[in-house]
């Protein structure tokens, strides 16, 4: 992704806000219309979605938990390479990771 200003944020969380309160067959020309208006990011828009259309892929939701490796020093994740493991409790592990893609 490109340098995006926190006004350019705000209309891409506001267009995939309302994006996800639509069927998902009418959401690709919405997109479309949204950010030509706006003139933000239709890629950034519709990767946003993805996450939320396709179960497993989000990083943020925490029903789409990865399982991870103990030892998982190195390992991809994602757009992400596990550094080191920084804390454990409850219910999840929080690693330090590094992402390894240009965003």
Same mark, same amino acid.
């Given at each position: 992704?490109?340098?995006i200003t926190p006004a350019q944020w705000q #209309?891409?969380? #506001?267009?995939?806000?309302?994006?996800l309160e639509m069927p998902e067959g #009418?959401?690709?020309?919405f997109?479309?219309?949204?950010?030509? #208006?706006?003139?933000?990011?239709?890629?950034?828009?519709?990767?946003?979605?993805?996450?939320?259309?396709?179960?497993g892929?989000?990083?943020l939701a925490s029903s789409d938990a990865v399982e991870v490796?103990?030892?998982?020093? =190195?390992q991809q994740i994602g757009h992400y390479r596990v550094i080191r493991?920084? =804390?454990q409790g =409850?219910?999840?592990?929080v690693y330090l990771a590094h992402r390894i893609d240009e965003y």
């Open positions: 992704m490109n340098d #209309e891409i969380k #506001e267009i995939v806000a309302d994006a #009418e959401q690709t020309d997109v479309r219309l949204r950010c030509a #208006e706006c003139q933000a990011d239709p890629n950034t828009v519709r990767e946003l979605l993805s996450f939320r259309n396709s179960p892929r989000s990083p490796n103990p030892d998982a020093a =190195g493991q920084l =804390g =409850g219910m999840r592990i």
